[in-house]
T-cell receptor, first 115, second 115 residues
Framework: EAQVTQNPRYLITVTGKKLTVTCSQN?????MSWYRQDPGLGLRQIYY???????DKGDVPEGYKVSRKEKRNFPLILESPSPNQTSLYFC??????????????FGPGTRLTVL | AQSVTQPDIHITVSEGASLELRCNYS??????LFWYVQSPGQGLQLLLK??????LVQGIKGFEAEFKRSQSSFNLRKPSVHWSDAAEYFC?????????????FGIGTKLQVIP
């Protein structure tokens, strides 16, 4: 089944404790992206990647890191999480490097709480 | 930089009534426009998209949207709403060229359907 998977689905952590949210897709998509969803703010793009080893900032990259060492994986790293990063996070992927053209397939979301 | 405005945060309609959700965008060139739907506790699913050509586009689940360049709008419509349409709807614009491939979402419109 074609899908985007994220782990963990739920995470409660404390300020400053490094964490990684994994994202994997099995559709051989070039473009991958991370979003955070907050009430009243909709989805905001954190980082995107057009292909392996090619990443760029979205609208709200501060406090986040990403890497794209393999085509299928696009982990989101919070080196020192803070309470304002409490949010619902979505990973998405789409065919082709030009992600603005194509339908994005979304993962189920990761609900992160930073105490 | 592109932006998307969804002026209605919450809309309530009766089952069987018609629906129109508004979306306005800001971008200097022709954008790539999308409507996504998010059911409670789920990720986002593409309803329809517009790139060029016919300004009236058909999507899944009986939805359609019309691109009006003069009004910078891309409103979503459905002639007869079903209870299962209750969800949150997001308009999105993709813009960029070359290594710049950002997707910007609106804040969403939550649709409530009453019997």
């Amino acid at each position: 089944e074609a899908q985007v998977t994220q782990n963990p689905r739920y995470l409660i952590t404390v300020t400053g404790k490094k964490l990684t949210v994994t994202c994997s897709q099995n559709m051989n998509h070039e473009y991958m992206s991370w979003y955070r969803q907050d009430p009243g703010l909709g989805l905001r793009q954190i980082y995107y990647s057009m292909n392996v080893e090619v990443t760029d900032k979205g609208d709200v990259p501060e406090g986040y890191k990403v890497s794209r060492k393999e085509k299928r994986n696009f982990p989101l790293i919070l080196e020192s999480p803070s309470p304002n990063q409490t949010s619902l996070y979505f990973c998405a992927s789409s065919l082709g490097q030009r992600g603005i053209y194509n339908e994005q397939f979304f993962g189920p979301g990761t609900r992160l709480t930073v105490l | 930089a592109q932006s998307v405005t969804q002026p209605d945060i919450h809309i309530t309609v009766s089952e069987g009534a018609s629906l129109e959700l508004r979306c306005n965008y800001s971008y200097g060139a022709t954008p790539y426009l999308f409507w996504y739907v998010q059911s409670p506790g789920q990720g986002l699913q593409l309803l329809l998209k517009y790139f060029s050509g016919d300004t009236l586009v058909q999507g899944i689940k009986g939805f359609e949207a019309e691109f009006k360049r003069s009004q910078s709008s891309f409103n979503l419509r459905k002639p007869s709403v079903h209870w299962s349409d209750a969800a949150e709807y997001f308009c999105a614009v993709g813009a960029g060229s070359g290594g710049y491939q950002k997707v910007t979402f609106g804040i969403g419109t939550k649709l409530q359907v009453i019997p």
